[in-house]
């Protein structure tokens, strides 16, 4: 059968699974456009292609599979640059699909051309340029394969116009087992005799923590985590990325690590005489000053990519292998041993989780919202399996600390690159893949205004998210930082409490907008959010400006320096 190059490529993407694309048409992506007609995958129409990358993340961390977005050649592939980028740190499995000039216009400076493969090569697993029309359906495995196993992440399709016109003779695409793929063959199953020893030393140490990475998520280990703390009874911490991967109510759990993480998390990770690090990477802004970062513990890393293992911090174990499956060995080893009496090192991190919880004082009469009710009312008044995704800055910290995360996937956020912008169409893309759940997107003022157009893409489709813009007129987090470290020196921060109106805005843009200035209107408003199906829903929740995170390390520092909220303070 003859089709086209185009043809072929929406063929082999329904051949992957393929169900959703976010994305938007131009001049060298135009072929492609025509076969999606006739095609079983839904398109998604965005305003933006950094719109189209984001929900193609949202989606693909709600639910697991690749999120596929496809734009246009030049600026369509530039504006795709930073989602692609985010998706590199945070290791979330996204296909890219780019159009390019023709062939013989490649390195002309034709318009709207771009090396966009070029371009995205330290921030993509791998990414391909077609040349030959034939091999569609194998590159388009390829980059599924590519960009799922392993350590899932961003692989791209360069797709040159002339190719999509062209005709070929149609081919079903390889299985993944057919691919012949030399050099990339991820290790799934650990090391048996490092296992044994990594168990034997969980077994023998006193202040052990198990500190638990994204990477655990990724690998679909939820349950294994559990199983290996309950059988060890070693207390855990969850990254900023793992949030949901163990149950926060969990007696065993000691919350969020890190930079804004809680006190007990920290100290518990500087005091350690172990550290089992299990899909985590050593991230900068949970170690703090590393020189000073957990002195007295030994380390075992477990991690799918051999590359982390040593790469910030020196693993007395490295474990390469699959988080899940290593995870299963370590439980099941364990499960034979006996563990080392702890009792002290609980009463430890009892009288730290006693003494210093997370916190924050009350509004009083007249004053604005505090941004940790409003986060604390909505986990309240919301489903149980509601997904947050949460954009950049002060928003982003008080929705990990102040909402609860019982199960996994309920939290998405963008974590290594801080990319603000992102919870709109995070959040859109969210409820995309996971359309009966309720799906609360948490914004600051100032990261709502750089994506909030996509607002206009969920309305047009029928995708009824919720947003909840904490707003108190600045770019908070860089305030807070003006305010602790450069003696309140407010340099191009605040951005007005009036303009945009925000509750105009969304309405102008097909959703409900709701204002809330008062404490005893905030729960009204959120369940009236929650009983609205049928479209967007836009809350502007007027905050307190001069409310900061705490617990913080400041940067540069050790962990050991944490500071606390003030009325935790000597002296206080």
Not at 509 to 528: H, K, L, Q, S
Not at 543 to 572: C, I, L, W, Y
């Amino acid at each position: 059968m003859k089709i086209t190059g185009a043809q072929s490529l929406i063929k082999s993407l329904e051949a992957q699974g393929v169900e959703v694309i976010f994305g938007l048409p131009g001049g060298a992506i135009l072929p492609v456009y025509d076969p999606i007609i006739d095609s079983t995958i839904r398109h998604i129409l965005v305003r933006h292609e950094q719109g189209a990358g984001h929900m193609a993340e949202g989606y693909a961390q709600a639910t697991g599979r690749p999120g596929v977005a496809l734009v246009t050649s030049g600026p369509g592939a530039t504006n795709i640059v930073t989602p692609i980028s985010n998706a590199y740190m945070d290791s979330i499995p996204l296909v890219v699909i780019t159009g390019q000039v023709p062939t013989a216009a490649i390195g002309t400076d034709a318009f709207q051309e771009c090396d966009i493969t070029g371009i995205t090569q330290g921030i993509t697993k791998h990414n391909w340029l077609i040349t030959d029309v034939a091999d569609i359906p194998t590159v388009i495995a390829e980059a599924f394969y590519v960009a799922t196993t392993g350590r899932p992440g961003p692989v791209l399709v360069d797709f040159p116009k002339d190719i999509a016109q062209t005709e070929v003779e149609w081919v079903d695409p390889p299985s993944f087992d057919e691919l012949d793929l030399p050099g990339y063959k991820p290790q799934l199953d650990g090391d048996a005799e490092l296992i044994e020893a990594a168990a034997q030393m969980m077994a023998t140490a006193e202040r052990p923590v198990l500190y638990v990475g994204g990477g655990i998520l990724k690998a679909r280990g939820a349950g294994a985590l559990r199983t290996l703390a309950e059988t060890t009874g070693i207390p855990v911490v969850t990254t900023l990325m793992a949030r949901g991967a163990f149950p926060d109510s969990h007696e065993l759990c000691l919350g969020m690590p890190g930079m804004h993480g809680n006190y007990t998390a920290i100290t518990a990770m500087q005091e350690a005489d172990l550290l089992v690090s299990l899909g985590a990477r050593f991230d900068d802004r949970v170690t703090g000053k590393l020189d000073g970062f957990a002195p007295k513990a030994q380390i075992i890393h477990v991690d799918i990519d051999p590359a982390e293992l040593n790469k910030v911090r020196r693993a007395d174990i490295g474990i390469v292998g699959d988080a899940r499956r290593v995870t299963e060995a370590l439980a099941t080893v364990s499960a034979s041993k006996t563990q080392t009496d702890r009792s002290a090192w609980w009463a430890q991190l009892s009288e730290w989780q006693e003494r210093y919880p997370l916190t924050f004082e009350p509004a009083e009469e007249g004053q604005a919202l505090k941004p940790q009710a409003v986060i604390e009312a909505l986990a309240a008044h919301s489903p149980a399996d509601t997904i947050v995704v949460a954009g950049v800055g002060q928003h982003q910290m008080w929705a990990a600390q102040h909402w609860s995360y019982e199960t996994p996937y309920t939290w998405i956020n963008s974590g290594g690159a801080g990319t603000m912008g992102f919870a709109v169409p995070g959040a859109i893309g969210a409820k995309v893949g996971e359309p009966g759940r309720t799906v609360w997107g948490i914004d600051g003022d100032g990261c709502f205004q750089m994506t909030a157009q996509e607002l206009v893409t969920a309305r047009v489709e029928g995708i009824p998210v919720k947003i909840a813009i904490l707003n108190n007129s600045y770019l908070g987090m860089v305030r807070q930082w003006q305010e602790m470290f450069y003696e309140e020196r407010y340099s191009e921060v605040y951005l007005t409490p009036d303009v945009p109106n925000f509750v105009m805005l969304a309405e102008a843009m097909g959703c409900v907008g709701i204002r809330v200035d008062r404490p005893e209107d905030v729960i009204p408003a959120i369940e009236r959010a929650n009983a609205i199906n049928d479209r967007p829903v836009v809350i502007d929740f007027r905050t307190d400006a001069s409310e900061k995170v705490f617990p913080m390390v400041p940067a540069g520092a050790s962990n050991s320096d944490v500071v606390v909220h003030p009325t935790q303070r000597e002296g206080a």
